[in-house]
């Protein structure tokens, strides 16, 4: 099986090393407007997950708040396995996930 990410609106393949989550999602007004990058792969069962990271401007953020940035990258995996619509990392449209059949 393979991760295929699809624009939303259009259905077109589109092409992304990670999409995007606002942290609003898992932190509420705390972390409102940090953008988590999220980088999905599948794991040993076959199932999605991801590798969650912050960008040098947001981990700035976090640790000028004295939060921890592994635990709120850890809380943001767990919910965005659970998600369906994502964002685009350059554009901003919605995205969603496809597993496709493996070729």
């Known amino acids: 099986?393979?991760?295929?990410?699809?624009?939303?609106?259009?259905?077109?393949?589109?092409?992304?090393?990670y999409v995007l989550l606002d942290g609003y999602s898992i932190g509420d007004r705390f972390l409102e407007g940090v953008m988590f990058r999220c980088k999905a792969f599948l794991d040993e069962k076959g199932e999605l997950d991801f590798e969650v990271t912050l960008g040098p401007d947001e981990q700035d953020y976090l640790e000028r708040k004295k939060a921890s940035v592994t635990d709120w990258c850890e809380d943001m995996r767990t919910y965005a396995v659970g998600y369906d619509i994502y964002t685009h990392p350059t554009s901003g449209r919605d995205l969603y996930y496809d597993l496709g059949e493996q070729q």
């Open 1 to 17: 099986m393979n991760i295929c990410w699809k624009d939303a609106e259009t259905d077109e393949i589109v092409d992304v090393e």
